[in-house]
């Protein structure tokens, strides 16, 4: 096991982890924290300002951390994996005052004479389990929420992205006090043996598979969890929609980050009447945005050999079973150009498990209602898109069905939003991040009633015909 400067813990050999000494030392790490009832305003600013600066002094390091990681482009580091995390720094310091001002509640006829209160209060240690797709911004976000809520953290970036993880390492090291927050580098056997601690919240971000393990890991100590997890994104292209604007987005939403987007449209349902001006519009922006072919330097790569090799396993079982290209499918190296698919069945894979890649399959629909309950036949999704001019009928589909968010008429946006809260529903996730309602996954609120004078002493034995009439 190494020792970063600082104290975060990296444990570098993963069946080590089942040594006790060493799960004792994780566990130290883990218990250690001697602020498990939560600090104040002013040093809450102060960690997430600490967080602040030690990003800023990093930037550059971490841009080419997410080149040599997978290839991922700079204005996609800035805006996908910095910007998130400084735009919740900014939020969270702004209202933190507001968030942990105790809240009233007004008496009711039973407790008159009393005086009610809320506080939100630091859960204590947290557990922080990232992903590998935003391996900077879904391992610092919910950091920053755990600080503004006053607890501690463990952090376990994914070992899928190691010069991400090992950079988060360093810069959690130089930026706080190993009883603050600690790194634990590593892989699923890492996971594993923090899972077996006794923490008092953890906030995993990561396929639904591997969230019930987590879940299951929680029912033992009764730990809270948010679960923030994945799954088929529906897009619906309706027979109003504006078709340039539709194409614009959901280009960008599936191919930014080489469709390596949880939140990403996963397959796009299309009005027949409008599909060939749809698919010629999105062709045409595809070609604008990263050219036909697999090398533009605008496509991040797919994060490494086996997801390649899934993903043209996936295309490759489509077209072996009557699927058609209609555009790219070319790959050179980890590099996967656009890919637009049709003709569809349910037999294939493709049509059942999340891609998470550049491959969109485009379907065309006859009756909105069709495509509903295709929807409501599968797990809740993350995210639920609608391309429509048409108000009525866009409510009507988002009242017919269920999903984590929604977007109208654009695609990934409501993750930025710091107003709204972020998560999924069910199989897609349990609990939401950012803003305040990350601030609140983070924290408990703590119902305390005071006696000022109340009557219920009225209701105590011996139970008189008084008490019976009350
Ligand atoms: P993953 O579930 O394989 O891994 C996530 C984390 O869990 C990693 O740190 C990994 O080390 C750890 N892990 C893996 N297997 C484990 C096990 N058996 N026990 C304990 N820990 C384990 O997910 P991934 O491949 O890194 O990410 C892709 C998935 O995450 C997709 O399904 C995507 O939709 C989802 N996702 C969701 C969100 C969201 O905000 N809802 C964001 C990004 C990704």
Request: glycine fraction near 10%; charge should be positive.
């Amino acid at each position: 096991m190494k020792r970063w400067p600082g104290g975060s813990t990296m444990i570098d050999r993963p069946e080590s982890i089942s040594q006790r000494a060493e799960t004792a030392f994780v566990a130290q790490a883990v218990g250690a924290p001697a602020r498990r009832t939560g600090f104040g305003l002013i040093e809450r600013r102060m960690a997430l300002d600490r967080l602040a600066e030690a990003i800023r002094r990093h930037e550059t390091a971490l841009v080419a951390a997410l080149a040599a990681d997978f290839g991922k482009p700079e204005a996609e580091v800035i805006l996908t994996e910095i910007l998130p995390v400084m735009q919740e720094l900014r939020h969270a310091r702004r209202n933190l005052r507001r968030w942990m001002r105790p809240r009233r509640a007004w008496p009711t006829l039973a407790t008159l004479g009393t005086s009610a209160r809320i506080r939100p209060e630091a859960r204590g240690v947290c557990l922080i389990i990232a992903p590998w797709n935003y391996p900077f911004s879904l391992c610092l976000g919910p950091l920053v929420s755990a600080l503004a809520a006053g607890n501690s953290a463990i952090l376990k970036p994914s070992e899928m992205t190691p010069a991400t993880s090992a950079l988060i390492a360093g810069l959690i090291g130089e930026a706080f006090a190993p009883d603050l927050v600690t790194v634990v580098e590593g892989g699923v056997e890492v996971s594993e043996a923090l899972l077996a601690l006794p923490f008092d919240h953890i906030f995993f971000t990561g396929s639904p598979a591997v969230g019930k393990v987590v879940m299951a890991a929680a029912a033992k100590t009764l730990a809270s969890v948010t679960l923030e997890l994945g799954g088929k994104s529906p897009t619906i292209v309706g027979p109003d929609a504006d078709l340039a604007q539709a194409a614009r987005w959901i280009s960008f939403g599936k191919f930014a980050n080489a469709g390596q987007t949880c939140i990403a449209p996963d397959h796009v349902f299309v009005h027949r009447a409008v599909k060939d001006a749809f698919l010629a519009a999105l062709r045409a922006r595809i070609g604008k945005s990263y050219g036909e072919a697999a090398s533009s330097p605008h496509l991040a790569q797919i994060v490494n050999d086996r997801h390649a090799e899934r993903l043209s396993g996936l295309l490759g079982d489509a077209l072996a079973k009557g699927a058609q290209l209609t555009l790219g499918g070319e790959a050179q190296g980890r590099r996967m150009a656009p890919t637009l698919i049709e003709a569809l069945t349910p037999e294939m894979r493709i049509s059942s498990e999340e891609i998470f890649g550049p491959i969109l399959p485009v379907i065309p629909y006859d009756d909105i209602g069709e495509v509903i309950a295709r929807i409501n036949a599968g797990p809740k999704p993350l995210a639920l898109y609608v391309f429509d001019k048409d108000r009525a009928g866009t409510a009507q589909i988002i009242a017919a069905t269920s999903s984590g968010s929604v977007g109208v008429n654009l695609t990934v946006a409501q993750f930025t939003h710091t107003g709204l809260p972020f998560g999924g529903v069910n199989h897609s996730g349990i609990g939401a991040a950012h803003g305040e309602y990350g601030f609140r996954a983070f924290s408990h609120e703590r119902a305390i009633l005071t006696n000022r004078g109340s009557a219920l002493p009225l209701i105590f034995p011996p139970y008189t015909a008084r008490v019976k009439r009350l």
